[in-house]
T-cell receptor, first 112, second 110 residues
Framework: DTAVSQTPKYLVTQMGNDKSIKCEQNLGHDTMYWYKQDSKKFLKIMFS???????INETVPNRFSPKSPDKAHLNLHINSLELGDSAVYFC???????????FGEGSRLTVL | RKEVEQDPGPFNVPEGATVAFNCTYS??????FFWYRQDCRKEPKLLMSVYSSGNEDGRFTAQLNRASQYISLLIRDSKLSDSATYLCVVIPTTGNQFYFGTGTSLTVIP
């Protein structure tokens, strides 16, 4: 049973399109996150939700919109995709805020 | 200046060798420190937390030097399976997020 699962694992799309990445965790954790890992392997937080409430919203373009329908899900929607959005997006969860992070396998987004 | 800096490597070492990585952090008020491991094209996973007094887990030893603002990871008797990228993670006292280093790449050679 995968603890943190995200779909799709691979996404290839054209510039200007809108896409979503879904994330679900079955660990019963209260906090979920979205991280972006660029080509230089730098992991940077994008959003953090605690009990379905947004608590961190780093300086990402407002084309990125997270949605948390419940504590176990945190989805990421991206509008008007740009070349620079190409990266691996990791969903993660933790039992408490800033506790040990459990990552999903990542969603590799390629924008052409 | 970046919050967390690591030597990206790569470190190429023979099996059985001892290898050490350092990671420096800029915020002297940082409170929590971790090492994560990321295999190629996989997700990061917690390797170990770093405690003030230093801590050991099998072949892995983590240490914290607050005066010089760095943490270290020592791997003894390297195995082929230790080949991965090791990410240093710091949480500031404000506790408002994790700061990841860019990672140090290790390859253990037979």
């Amino acid at each position: 049973d995968t603890a943190v699962s995200q779909t799709p694992k691979y996404l290839v799309t054209q510039m200007g399109n809108d896409k979503s990445i879904k994330c679900e965790q079955n660990l019963g954790h209260d906090t979920m996150y979205w991280y972006k890992q660029d080509s230089k392997k730098f992991l940077k937080i994008m959003f953090s939700y605690n009990n379905k409430e947004l608590i961190i919203n780093e300086t990402v373009p407002n084309r990125f919109s997270p949605k948390s329908p419940d504590k176990a899900h945190l989805n990421l929607h991206i509008n008007s995709l740009e070349l620079g959005d190409s990266a691996v997006y990791f969903c993660a969860s933790s039992q408490v805020l800033w506790g040990e992070l459990f990552f999903g396998e990542g969603s590799r987004l390629t924008v052409l | 200046r970046k919050e967390v800096e690591q030597d990206p490597g790569p470190f190429n070492v023979p099996e059985g060798a001892t290898v050490a990585f350092n990671c420096t952090y800029s915020n002297s008020a940082s409170q929590s420190f971790f090492w994560y491991r990321q295999d190629c094209r996989k997700e990061p996973k917690l390797l170990m937390s770093v405690y003030s007094s230093g801590n050991e887990d099998g072949r892995f030893t983590a240490q914290l030097n607050r005066a010089s603002q760095y943490i270290s990871l020592l791997i003894r008797d390297s195995k082929l399976s230790d080949s991965a990228t090791y990410l240093c993670v710091v949480i500031p006292t404000t506790g408002n997020q994790f700061y990841f280093g860019t990672g140090t790449s290790l390859t253990v050679i037979p």
